[in-house]
T-cell receptor
Framework: GAGVSQSPSNKVTEKGKDVELRCDPISGHTALYWYRQSLGQGLEFLIYFQGNSAPDKSGLPSDRFSAERTGGSVSTLTIQRTQQEDSAVYLC?????????????FGPGTRLTVL | AQTVTQSQPEMSVQEAETVTLSCTYDTSENNYYLFWYKQPPSRQMILVIRQEAYKQQNATENRFSVNFQKAAKSFSLKISDSQLGDTAMYFCAFTGGAQKLVFGQGTRLTINP
């Protein structure tokens, strides 16, 4: 079956522009996560959606970052007024249930480069 | 706050050898899960093995096994009969009640022919 997909695979933007990154989770997965992978900071949690519950936004680094999940499926991560330090690979993952320890299935990531 | 530490930034072994990757973690939670993920150059994160903290028996998956020492908060990964396809970044990760994964800094493993 189809795995987690992300688009675009690569995005180059100019400092100050807004970008939107998309994630399509595995069908039926109720939990969706965004992580950021950068050379300086390693892999960091950004935000977590579970069903209709309020998202856990505790990992978002600034108010320039936001995310939404429409209809419990597709998610969009938006970065406003991009800065060079936002350059990173943004990874999306989904899992099938709330119970702890369920495997998170990752997408291939979006590499964002801010010039 | 939970932390995960991988003290080996890089490792290199010959094909068919056994290699052990180290991981330590810190948490005050009693119920949690530990994972090893593999990230090849394609960037795709792939689950290698999972361990539930309440299980004393070490998890195994074919050539991959862990040495879970709960009291010492240690969770090492052993790869037996290493293969060229095992070349990748390996991340140790923790999840507890908060659901999110907390990752270590990773170990870059190279298997040489």
């Amino acid at each position: 079956g189809a795995g987690v997909s992300q688009s675009p695979s690569n995005k180059v933007t100019e400092k100050g522009k807004d970008v939107e990154l998309r994630c399509d989770p595995i069908s039926g997965h109720t939990a969706l996560y965004w992580y950021r992978q950068s050379l300086g900071q390693g892999l960091e949690f950004l935000i977590y959606f579970q069903g209709n519950s309020a998202p856990d936004k505790s990992g978002l680094p600034s108010d320039r970052f936001s995310a939404e999940r429409t209809g419990g499926s597709v998610s969009t991560l938006t970065i406003q007024r991009t800065q060079q330090e936002d350059s990173a690979v943004y990874l999306c993952a989904s899992s099938s249930a709330v119970a702890g320890g369920n495997e998170q299935f990752f997408g291939p990531g979006t590499r964002l480069t801010v010039l | 706050a939970q932390t995960v530490t991988q003290s080996q930034p890089e490792m290199s072994v010959q094909e068919a050898e056994t290699v052990t990757l180290s991981c330590t973690y810190d948490t005050s939670e009693n119920n949690y899960y530990l994972f090893w993920y593999k990230q090849p150059p394609s960037r795709q994160m792939i689950l290698v093995i999972r361990q539930e903290a309440y299980k004393q028996q070490n998890a195994t998956e074919n050539r991959f096994s862990v040495n879970f020492q709960k009291a010492a908060k240690s969770f090492s990964l052993k790869i037996s009969d290493s293969q060229l396809g095992d070349t990748a970044m390996y991340f140790c990760a923790f999840t507890g009640g908060a659901q999110k994964l907390v990752f270590g800094q990773g170990t870059r493993l190279t298997i040489n022919p």
